[in-house]
């Protein structure tokens, strides 16, 4: 695989990335797509997928307390930061859908009018209009398979839009937070396929975003006590072994979870729900001219010394900023992204 860099947000420095199963993704997608279609087929499967997350997250370890301390220092995990006590994750899976006490490790901004990060994750933005800096259209997905080609209303309503694809990893925090406040328009799951979502498959593999099974939420923000920024469509996207996407709002920390429907109201950096072990992404979709992307977002993008997968493969600039939670990444507008 190509090496791949991330600008570390707090202090702009650039980060190597270090893949995990680095040579299975290259071995599945080189000598088994290209040799082998049905074998393919099975181990991008939802029942391979399933079993591959059974084996290698819910077996529990002759000693959980080495298993725990060598993810921890192997992934870079705080587990300080946990708000269950470490001693309760004694398994791969428990640490992987861990809970972390946010309301103190991720702090928000107070200005309603800001959208938040619903992810510990490592961002790119872009536009679907042909006249921005930041048009990146067929890029990262195909814009009518990715909200459903039925789905009219709304096709009609983010077109010409711009859109910030979250990609997590397998050390992340796996709960996502609503980026915004508003009213639960639509949601609806789009059936699909559990490929890697390794930046250097998202080049050979043509927009897989929009091909993987995927949970679609729509939101309303025009509304009373909402962030205003029109309608914000958030996108959550399996991958190989995510074999589900639990939906489990709660307005309080974790209490009380309940799953997302529509007429529900969302509060911005309340949890709303949880992948399933593996790696995997968010799409955020926004209207044309509601929101104004982060200046260092943007800046990054373009880092002509970063070493990025998509950079090697489109022949221009493009590296995500990798970011916290409930970070700000975009600010209410008029007048579109920078």
């Not at 909402?226 to 996108?235: F, H, Q, Y």
């Not at 509060?267 to 209207?287: A, D, H, N, W």
């Not at 800046?299 to 970063?306: G, M, S, T, W």
């Not at 493009?318 to 992204?337: P, W």
């Amino acid at each position: 695989m190509t090496n791949h860099q991330y600008v570390n947000r707090q202090d702009s420095s650039l980060v190597d990335e270090k893949f995990c199963a680095d040579s299975i993704v290259s071995f599945l997608y080189s000598r088994v797509r290209e040799n082998s279609g049905w074998m393919y087929r099975t181990l991008t499967s939802a029942r391979l997928t399933n079993l591959l997350a059974m084996l290698r997250f819910d077996l529990r370890p002759v000693n959980p307390n080495r298993m725990r301390l060598r993810l921890a220092r192997d992934l870079g995990l705080d587990l300080a930061e946990c708000a269950d006590p470490p001693e309760t994750l004694d398994t791969a899976r428990k640490i992987f859908e861990r809970k972390i006490c946010y309301w103190k490790c991720r702090p928000m901004s107070p200005d309603l009018s800001d959208i938040l990060s619903p992810s510990d994750a490592r961002i790119i933005v872009g536009s679907f209009q042909e006249t921005s800096t930041l048009f990146l259209k067929g890029k990262l997905f195909q814009y009518e398979e990715l909200l459903g080609e039925t789905k009219s209303e709304w096709l009609k309503a983010f077109r010409d839009g711009d859109f910030a694809v979250l990609r997590l990893t397998p050390d992340k925090y796996h709960y996502n937070h609503a980026p915004v406040s508003g009213v639960v328009k639509d949601i609806y799951e789009i059936d699909g396929v559990y490929q890697s979502c390794h930046p250097a498959v998202i080049i050979s593999q043509g927009t897989p975003y929009s091909k993987n099974r995927r949970t679609v939420t729509i939101i309303d923000t025009d509304v009373p006590g909402g962030t205003e920024t029109g309608l914000v469509a958030m996108i959550e996207i399996v991958a190989l072994m995510i074999g589900d996407i639990v939906q489990c709002y709660s307005a309080e920390r974790y209490d009380d979870p309940s799953a997302v429907r529509p007429g529900m109201r969302l509060e911005r950096g309340c949890p709303k729900s949880l992948f399933r072990p593996g790696s995997s992404t968010v799409v955020l979709l926004f209207q044309q001219g509601r929101v104004q992307f982060s200046r260092d977002i943007v800046r990054n993008l373009r880092r002509p010394d970063a070493q990025s997968c998509y950079s090697t493969g489109w022949g221009m600039p493009l590296t995500e900023t990798d970011i916290a939670v409930r970070s700000t990444i975009a600010h209410q507008t008029s007048g579109g992204v920078l």
